[in-house]
């Protein structure tokens, strides 16, 4: 056989491929799409509010009405799925509101199925917004105790999809969570609810604005003792793998843009759907150097969000989802 050899006189010529917008769309690797964006949303009680927070500009606080509103904004944007995080009137030890049957986000669950049959309505599993002293699980002795909490937790879930919710994301990383919660569920007659994993979740200061907005940081010490430490890679492959084990249906990496890396390493291991959470400090830092005139705001939004993309997540949790998917089609 003759080898085909290019001819000497024939350099390569990437250009050739960039020289139009159509011609770079047809050979474009990376696509966003409204599709993969998951709207995070704050709702609290009371009527017609929308209280801004003022570390996350663009993000408000919303009661239950006005969430169902903003939520058919966003689904005539594209956007076909949120997850809600809810601010209780009081907290307590226990963080009895989490799993109230007449909850914050119970209520909230409710009223979206109400109005979107069909929308994916994902919540999250936690205590750290209901809990007095602000960590993610409850106490004994001065630390957070994690079989104590996994019962918790289930509960939380199991209410949470009684009023209504597909997905269920558990985000305290106590140890053995994903069971629990697979289990509470199934043993609830909820075996069509799918849990969204937060498997590895990093102890990380880009949580900063969402505390502020759920007021949820901790009273005393910090979340190192259950969150993984930003130097581990390998650690996230073993958080991952029990969780998949435990029966995940989508496992994720969080924070994202710090953690490309994480994403891209844990990619080949994980046969379902990976997500990556676009956190709150992430959000902020954009917002306030868009507010500045420093950076081009669509653009590096776009960018990041192809970034995050291209390093292998499939579904990207965003405060953005309802601008970029405005962005999107209007391209
Ligand atoms: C609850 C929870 C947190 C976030 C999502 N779920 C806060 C935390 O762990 O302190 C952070 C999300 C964000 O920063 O956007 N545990």
Not at 68 to 80: S, W
Not at 85 to 97: H, I, Q, S, T, Y
Request: proline letters at 5%; charged letters at 25%.
């Amino acid at each position: 056989m003759q080898q085909i050899t290019r001819r000497p006189e024939a350099p390569v010529r990437l250009r050739r491929l960039r020289r139009t917008a159509p011609m770079r769309g047809l050979v474009r690797e990376t696509r966003l799409d409204p599709q993969q964006l998951i709207y995070p949303l704050f709702v609290r009680g009371g009527k017609r509010v929308r209280e801004p927070i003022p570390s996350m500009p663009g993000q408000f606080r919303l009661s239950v009405d006005e969430l169902v509103a903003e939520v058919g904004t966003a689904r005539r944007l594209g956007i076909e799925a949120v997850l809600l995080f809810g601010l209780p009137a009081v907290k307590d030890p226990l963080g009895k509101g989490a799993y109230a049957e007449d909850g914050i986000v119970q209520d909230a669950v409710r009223a979206l199925r109400a109005a979107h049959s069909d929308l994916v309505i994902m919540t999250d599993v936690c205590l750290c917004e209901y809990t007095s002293h602000g960590h993610c699980g409850v106490l004994a002795n001065g630390e957070v105790d994690n079989d104590a909490t996994l019962d918790l937790l289930a509960r939380i879930a199991v209410s949470q999809a009684a009023a209504g919710a597909d997905v269920v994301g558990p985000s305290a990383m106590m140890d053995g969570q994903v069971a629990a919660l697979r289990r509470g569920l199934d043993e609830s007659g909820m075996g069509h609810v799918a849990i969204m994993a937060y498997s590895a979740k990093y102890a990380s200061a880009f949580y900063g604005p969402f505390r502020e907005a759920a007021d949820s940081a901790p009273q005393f010490g910090d979340r190192r003792g259950y969150q993984m430490d930003p130097a581990n890679v390998r650690e996230a492959e073993r958080e991952i793998a029990l969780d998949l084990a435990e029966g995940a249906d989508i496992v994720m990496v969080k924070p994202a843009l710090a953690y490309l890396d994480v994403i891209a390493r844990v990619r080949p291991v994980v046969p379902v759907p990976l997500a990556a959470y676009n956190v709150s400090g992430e959000y902020a830092l954009v917002k306030a150097a868009a507010q500045q005139g420093w950076v081009d705001e669509s653009r590096v939004v776009l960018e990041i969000l192809t970034a995050i993309a291209r390093a292998g997540a499939d579904l990207i949790i965003t405060y953005h989802a309802k601008e970029v998917a405005g962005w999107l089609s209007a391209r």
